[in-house]
């Protein structure tokens, strides 16, 4: 079956940085977005990971481990808007099926 | 400019009654898909479709059925509505993935349903 496994919650305080770490088990593997959802709105995405290592944009980076099922997020000079759920979703096939997501992470930031 | 757009924004409706929710992309994308975000904000995916193929999530009743006028177009239909099926549901658009390509999906901003 499929698992992808992340935090349910997470704080942070402001200017800090913070790690949210997923794990999959999936059928197959063509690739880990990250998402992040703000309250009442739609997922935005964030980044791409395809191959081993870590992809950054600006404050924000992902990292990916196929051999360990494994990646996570780092965000960098949290700022308050920041506040919000990330999602990690595992593409498992090469045709047209979505995206697999885990159940993601709310995460708080504090001044 | 939205790229993907849904309507209507929210839906509420009685048990036993079927709506609809309509979903277009302007991104020339190949690849359209509906997801449902339960109370517990977990997204899954419902159905994923292109002019090639439709591949439904085996978890879904089959009162729901998607519909696709267009390529830029593809509509939820929902029949004998009941209360399980409040959520909100997220339509999503994507170029036609080949193997090793970045394929970012796109979210349109989502239609609460509220079967009462």
């Known amino acids: 079956g499929q698992n992808i496994d992340q935090p349910t919650e997470m704080t942070a305080t402001e200017g800090a940085i913070v790690q949210i770490n997923c794990t999959y088990q999936?059928?197959?593997?063509?690739?880990l977005f990250w998402y992040q959802q703000h309250a009442g709105e739609a997922p935005t995405f964030l980044s791409y990971n395809v191959l081993d290592g870590l992809e950054e944009k600006g404050r924000f980076s992902s990292f990916l481990s196929r051999s360990k099922g494994y990646s996570y997020l780092l965000l960098k000079e949290l700022q308050m808007k920041d506040s919000a759920s990330y999602l990690c979703a595992v593409r498992e096939g090469g045709g047209a099926d979505g995206l697999t997501f885990g159940k993601g992470t709310h995460l708080i930031i504090q001044p | 400019d939205t790229a993907v757009s849904q309507t209507p924004k929210y839906l509420v409706t009685q048990m036993g009654n079927d709506k609809s929710i309509k979903c277009e992309q302007n991104l020339g994308h190949d690849t359209m898909y509906w997801y449902k975000q339960d109370s517990k904000k977990f997204l899954k995916i419902m159905f994923s479709y292109n002019n090639k193929e439709l591949i439904i999530n085996e978890t879904v009743p089959n009162r729901f059925s998607p519909k696709s006028p267009d390529k830029a177009h593809l509509n939820l239909h929902i029949n004998s509505l009941e209360l399980g099926d409040s959520a909100v549901y997220f339509c999503?658009?994507?170029?036609?993935?080949?193997?090793?390509?970045?394929?970012?999906?796109?979210f349109g901003p989502g239609t609460r349903l509220t079967v009462l």
């Open positions: 999936t059928s197959g593997f063509n690739g």
């Open positions: 999503a658009s994507s170029q036609f993935p080949l193997s090793g390509r970045r394929d970012t999906q796109y």
